[in-house]
């Protein structure tokens, strides 16, 4: 056996050397471009955000969230496709042979793919979903009957994080109603009962009293974006007659002006005397004594006491 052929060269250690050197050079220029296209990408994003308010107009906010979104689903796309060809690149300096790699891969991936059809359903969905601007993150939407904030949209699924806190995730091809609550603007809806002796007249110029004052105090001037529209008396309740109307917002602010507003209305009702009814409760002890109401205005706790003991009495001696 002749040794000497085991034992490298000068120029073996020297072609050794250099592969690693190149393979780590490739890594380390993939890494510093992945960095540039993290640190990059937030630049772009507002200089097209600063040309697309200057050439059309439009909501700032709006087209923000938007930017966000498609920027991030395009700054993740990228460092993978970079990290691909690094490898792949890697490979080959090391001395693989990459031509039956990708011959293999693209089987893989052709199998792949009909075996995962949902997948690449769930990847076109939220491909279109993002180009159809349906929605963004930091957005509440409903979707399949769920509410939440949209905290990241994916191409395969979508995160709305609940009131209490819980995350949601949806496959973005299993999702089959989607309601955007902040899209534009918004909407904060009035259903509010009076009782029937009032006059409705004065009860929707009060309404609007309120809410002109509300208008004029500057944090809420930025967040309203038109007066308090009356829709009118929408129906007859039981007890209360309806009337709606409704506040247009920025999105997202529908909820903030809504509870100041009904605060508000609230402390006007009761200073001006407008009645606002709540439900009655009545006490039953069975079939053989009569009913009465019970109301705030009724006889006192002793009272009471003694009426209920006596319809006790009642009931025992028959």
Same mark, same amino acid.
């Given at each position: ?72 689903? #395009? ?41 995962? !059809? ?41 995160? #709305? ?36 002796? =009032? ?60 509870? =100041? ?33 019970? !109301? ?23």
């Amino acid at each position: 056996m002749n040794l000497h052929l085991m034992i490298p060269t000068v120029d073996d250690i020297y072609a050794f050397a250099g592969h690693i050197v190149r393979i780590l050079f490739i890594l380390l220029v993939a890494w510093i471009v992945t960095r540039i296209i993290h640190r990059w990408f937030p630049k772009l994003r507002e200089h097209i955000v600063r040309q697309m308010l200057a050439q059309r107009g439009g909501e700032d906010g709006e087209l923000e969230k938007r930017a966000n979104t498609i920027g991030g689903i #395009l700054r993740k796309t990228m460092a993978v496709v970079i990290w691909i060809l690094a490898v792949i690149m890697a490979l080959k300096e090391a001395g693989f042979d990459i031509g039956p790699i990708l011959a293999g891969a693209g089987i893989v991936g052709l199998a792949v793919g009909f075996g995962a !059809q949902n997948l690449v359903h769930d990847v076109i969905s939220g491909m279109f979903m993002l180009l159809e601007n349906q929605i963004r993150v930091n957005d509440v939407a409903v979707l399949n009957g769920t509410g939440g904030l949209v905290e990241a949209i994916h191409l395969r699924t979508t995160v #709305l994080r609940g009131q209490d806190g819980t995350i949601h995730v949806f496959r973005n091809g299993a999702i089959n109603s989607l309601s955007n609550m902040t899209h534009g603007y918004s909407y904060y809806l009035f259903d509010l009962g009076v009782a029937y002796k =009032e006059d409705t007249d004065q009860v929707i110029a009060v309404l609007r009293g309120v809410a002109d004052e509300l208008m004029e105090e500057e944090k809420f001037q930025k967040v309203i974006l038109a007066p308090l529209e009356v829709l009118g008396v929408d129906s007859f309740g039981d007890s209360a007659v309806m009337i709606k109307a409704r506040f247009k917002t920025m999105p997202s602010q529908q909820w903030t002006v809504g509870r =100041e507003m009904n605060r508000r209305i609230k402390k006007r009702f009761d200073e001006v005397g407008i009645e606002i009814p709540f439900p009655h409760m009545s006490i039953y002890f069975g079939e053989a004594s009569k009913p009465f109401q019970l !109301q705030m205005q009724g006889p006192g706790r002793e009272e009471l006491k003694a009426l209920i003991r006596e319809v006790r009495q009642e009931d025992g001696t028959k």
